[in-house]
Structure formats: C-alpha cells, structure tokens
C-alpha cells in the first residue's frame, strides 16, 4: 500500500529562525503531493501542492517545498518562522482520488 | 475550489447511540470522502462515497459501524452508530478530483461520554 512519512513528530523552533519539516512518500509513479496546516481547534489549510512541472513549488504564508523524485522525499521550509506559526503540519500524498496523510508534525515556535 | 458544510461542528453524545454527520458541497461532485482524526493523530480515511453507489470502506470500518449515504452529487451523511468513548474523534468529510487539491469542512468534533 502506498504510504506517507514524517519523519519528525514534534519540531521546536525560535522565532526568525528556519524550519525544516520532512516528509517522504513510497511511490514517485503518478503522485500528487501536499502539505496542509492545522491550526489549534481549527480544520485543515492547503499551504502547498506539487502537481506537477517545477520541483519548487511555493505556497502560502512565505512556505515551500521541494519535490525530489529520486528520493521519494517532498520537505517543507520555511525561511524565518513566526510564532503565528505553531500548528500541526501534515504532509498528504495522492496517487489517485485519495490522499495517504502522514502522521503529522506538530511545529511549536518560541519567542 | 469547493466550500464545505459540515453539521453538527460537535457534539457529546452517550455511549450506546448514534449520531449522524451531515456534508453539503456547494458544486456537484463525484466522489466524497470520509475522514477520521482521533485525538492527536493524524487523519485514516474510513470511506469513500460514490453517489448511486456503495459506500467504498477503508481496512478496519464496516458499513454497520460506520453507514454511509450519497443521495446526490452535494450530499452525503456519515453515521457512528453504537458508539462507545473509542469513537470520540474528529470526523471530516472532503471532496476532491483526480490529480487535484482535497477539500475539507471543518469537521465534527464528538465525543462520546
């Protein structure tokens, strides 16, 4: 079965400073990628997707990820976090109607 | 893109019975899904629901826990029956197309006491 992986469960992080989220999926044949935001009490965000076309793919809220076929990977970044930042990322794979979600990777950004 | 409606936004139901979840979309869509996220932990999809069809279950959900109705292309409602505290979750629907973004109503927080 087709699979999602995140590779850090939790992830803390100053205020400014960058932030690397991992995720790697087990199938780069057709796959559709994502990663979404959960905010506390909230629903889900799209914050990004690779479809397809260019590896870098920018999103929203000044996040990015890189598509890596070779390593089945698809990271998240961002430069300079803010505390507004603090929520659960999930990364989610597609490889056809139905998303795979990761376990998830709760960011937590201190001042 | 899609707007989704979900009711009830929560509830707190006693063990034993059963609530049913209702999702509006504001287009017509083909297929819709089900989600489940128990408290701090990821999102398993429970089901996929084609309208004028069976519901599609996910290994580990059955119809009898977990039925399923699709009565037309905006529509469709999850119901947990008999439910016991383990059910208490966060229940998701979704639409989404082939090689396209999902989208999500807010979800149905439960908690079964």
């Known amino acids: 079965a087709q699979s999602v992986t995140q590779l850090d469960s939790q992830v803390p992080v100053f205020e400014e400073a960058p932030v690397e989220l991992r995720c790697n999926y087990s199938?780069?044949?057709?796959?559709?990628l994502f990663w979404y935001v959960q905010y506390p009490n909230q629903g889900l965000q799209l914050l990004l997707k690779?479809?397809?076309?260019?590896?870098l793919v920018k999103g929203i809220n000044g996040f990015e990820a890189e598509f890596n076929k070779s390593q089945t990977s698809f990271h998240l970044r961002k430069p300079s976090v803010h505390i507004s930042d603090t929520a659960e990322y999930f990364c989610?794979?597609?490889?056809?109607?139905?998303?795979?979600f990761g376990a998830g990777t709760t960011v937590t950004v201190r001042a | 893109s899609a707007v989704i409606s979900q009711k009830p936004s929560r509830d707190i139901c006693q063990r034993g019975t059963s609530l049913t979840i209702q999702c509006q979309v504001d287009?017509?869509?083909?297929?819709m899904f089900w989600y489940r996220q128990q408290p701090g932990q990821s999102l398993t999809l429970i089901a996929t629901?084609?309208?004028?069809?069976?519901?599609?279950?996910e290994s580990g959900f059955v119809i009898d826990k977990f039925p399923i109705s699709r009565p037309n292309l905006t529509f469709s409602t999850l119901t947990v029956s008999n439910m016991s505290p383990e059910d208490s979750s966060i229940y998701l629907c979704?639409?989404?197309?082939?090689?396209?973004?999902?989208?999500f109503g807010q979800g149905t927080r439960l908690t079964v006491v």
């Open positions: 979704s639409v989404a197309g082939l090689g396209t973004e999902a989208f």
């Open positions: 199938s780069s044949v057709s796959v559709y």
């Open positions: 690779y479809l397809s076309g260019s590896t």
């Open positions: 989610a794979a597609s490889w056809g109607y139905k998303l795979s």
């Open positions: 287009s017509q869509v083909t297929m």
């Open positions: 629901a084609n309208q004028g069809s069976e519901a599609t279950y």
